[in-house]
């Protein structure tokens, strides 16, 4: 599905974690794919 792109969190919190696991687990993008940002 995310095949040809990046994904970027802003915030890494509680959220952005269960999104990130739900990415990596549901085979939907791979880790290098993922950015994350925390302030």
Do not use: T, Y
Not at 32 to 37: A, D, H, N, T, Y
């Amino acid at each position: 599905m995310l095949r040809n792109k990046q994904v970027g969190f802003l915030g890494s919190g509680n959220m952005g974690e269960a999104l990130i696991h739900g990415l990596l687990h549901g085979h939907l993008c791979r880790p290098e794919q993922i950015l994350c940002s925390d302030v």
